[in-house]
């Protein structure tokens, strides 16, 4: 009975954020509302960790199978991903330098704050 409650509290906030995306008409994501509903729950204690522990590290153990549909699409695509190569380039390499800075003027700042 333990894991249908875990499933039926981790699919209950995917669908309340779904719904609340879809109610809001809003830009994010339902799945990722939900995802932060989940965590204001676990952070406020109305929803114990144990709860929803064992389910949520099945899911994260089996995320691989998850990439499968993108990376079909990828094969799909590859005209169009061809023919904006450049664009492509350009934009993950801009996106992992800035994601490096962050990352490193973040770190260094925690860091200062724990000395």
Known sequence: ????RGLAII???YALGEFTAYALNLTIPGSVLGMLFLLGALHTGLIKLGWVEGEAELFVRNMS????????GIVTYLGLIKSQAVPIFVALVLSFLITLVVTAKTVEFLRREEE
């Open 11 to 13: 699919f209950g906030f």
């Open 65 to 72: 199978v998850m990439f499968i549909p993108p990376g079909v």
């Open 1 to 4: 009975m333990r894991p249908y």
